[in-house]
């Protein structure tokens, strides 16, 4: 590859939002058969408003969304950043916790006035035989609403649901590389429905759903393994070890560091159709040369 072509191309590229950290993921770009989106900041804007407060027992829905709200500030998950303006708009106070720690890709825990409060997914509910109302669980999430549980002491105090806003770039993203032929796939450490739900409004060719980190990357390797070329789109801490993985690693600009230090390309805009955009460029630069 002639260096001079490869360098003008890294720079009408860096003009257009894409900045390339590494080239050979930049020449991969051209040769791509399937392209992966993490779901939550990548394909949605991570943006997480509650909608739906259920209590259980003699819970309020204040005191669920306060107890959620105290430790959620030690999180910098969407779902924390979501959870924690509810709880300021509804003029709560602002609850000490100690103790935090975090449940990788399974939510959060923490001290709370001598208690113990979860925040956690449905995964960790159903692990753990707690019982709640399936029929209200299932309505929200085939509603595309992302729903969490909060725990005292281990007993469930309620549900809080929250809807995130689907990119309408995303879409386009999805239909063009349908156009050439490319598949697109769904790798989320959410709940199922909620994936389907998200899925069906962009016509994703595939999903997978409540995957933890590692098993991003496993699943990364899987698709490698049937000899295709794959790029890896994502924006948090948890997309890290799958970006690392695939062919092409790609991060959202507003996502985290980590994300950002792990990919060979930052959309700088945030906007997934420049995945097609980049395999234009890709395609541009390296068909100029021998
Ligand atoms: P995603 O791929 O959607 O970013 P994560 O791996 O970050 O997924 O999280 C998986 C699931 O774990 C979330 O859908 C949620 O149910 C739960 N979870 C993770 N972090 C938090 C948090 N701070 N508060 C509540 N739940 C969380
Ligand atoms: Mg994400």
Known sequence: AAPLVVAVSTSISAKK??????????????????????????????????????????????????????????????????????????????????????ITGKGIQGQVGGQKINVVSPKYVNDNNLSFDEQQFNELSEEGKTVVFVLVEDQLAGMIALADIVRETAKEAVSALKEQGIHSIMLTGDNQKVANWVAKQLGIDEVYAEVLPDDKANQIKEIKDKGWKVAMTGDGVNDAPALATAHLGIAIGAGTDVAMETADVILVQSNPNDVVELMELSKKTYRKMV
């Open 17 to 102: 939002g894409l900045l390339i950290r590494n080239r050979a993921g930049f020449e991969d770009a051209r040769h791509l058969n399937a392209v992966v989106f993490d779901k939550t900041g990548t394909l949605t804007k991570g943006e997480f408003g509650v909608t739906n407060i259920i209590p259980s027992g003699d819970y309020t829905k204040d005191e669920v969304l306060q107890f959620a709200a105290a430790i959620e500030q030690n999180s910098e998950h969407p779902i924390a950043t979501g959870i924690v303006s509810s709880a300021k708009d509804q003029g709560l106070e602002q609850k000490r916790v100690t103790d935090f720690e975090s």
